[in-house]
């Protein structure tokens, strides 16, 4: 079935540091793929997606890049802030359902001033 | 535009008890699924449903059920608690011929003591 596996958490990083969360992915066809943020106490949304191959998708400073050689999706940025903090979740959908979200552990962002 | 609407945000029940959960989607979503967020387990896909109808299904037991009415708004049931059960419910819309992008609610978060 398909799977997602994202880096272990948590990371704390100083602000204006440079951000790399992994992402790999299992899925059988093309997936499309997505980051999702959580902030505390809120619910998910959506932070970028990308849906074929070198796609890049891009938001707020944050940027991945679909790799299907690789099956990689890792979300970057190059000057975190304070308000970056938060669980960040790769995910993906496959098998022509738009509604199914296969979601990674999730990854837990703190940045300190 | 009002987002997806989750109630009651916050819960407790005792073991063997059963608990309703209610979701509104956005205006105009007619997909409706439901999504189950535990620290050990992640974010677990249940169900969901469009126009009034279950199209798909997560592995989780049949004490696990849920509806969608005429006007979008679907409700989740959890009957004969567990204590396992205790997470955070999450209630997503999606609008058609979405591409993936799911709106997310903040969520219910359910206590089993």
């Known amino acids: 079935g398909d799977s997602v596996t994202q880096m272990e958490g948590p990371v704390t990083l100083s602000e204006e540091a440079f951000l790399t969360i992994n992402c790999t992915y299992t899925?059988?066809?093309?997936?499309?793929l997505f980051w999702y943020v959580q902030y505390p106490g809120e619910g998910l949304q959506l932070l970028l997606k990308a849906t074929k191959a070198d796609d890049k998708g891009s938001n707020k400073g944050f940027e991945a890049t679909y790799r299907k050689e690789t099956t990689s999706f890792h979300l970057e940025k190059g000057s975190v802030q304070v308000s970056d903090s938060a669980v960040y979740f790769c995910a993906l959908i496959s098998g022509g359902s738009n509604y199914k979200l296969t979601f990674g552990k999730g990854t837990l962002l703190t940045v300190n001033p | 535009k009002a987002g997806v609407t989750q109630t009651p945000r916050y819960l407790i029940k005792t073991r063997g008890q059963q608990v309703t959960l209610s979701c509104s989607p956005i205006s105009g979503h007619r997909s409706v699924s439901w999504y189950q967020q535990t620290p050990g387990q992640g974010l677990q896909f249940l169900f969901e449903y469009f126009s009034e109808t279950q199209r798909n299904k997560g592995n989780f037991p049949g004490r696990f059920s849920g509806r969608q009415f005429s006007n979008s708004r679907s409700e989740m049931n959890v009957s004969t608690l567990e204590l396992g059960d205790s997470a955070l419910y999450l209630c997503?819309?999606?609008?058609?011929?979405?591409?993936?992008?799911?709106?997310f609610g903040e969520g219910s978060r359910l206590t089993v003591l």
């Open positions: 899925a059988t066809g093309y997936p499309s």
């Open positions: 997503a819309s999606n609008r058609p011929a979405g591409t993936g992008e799911l709106f």
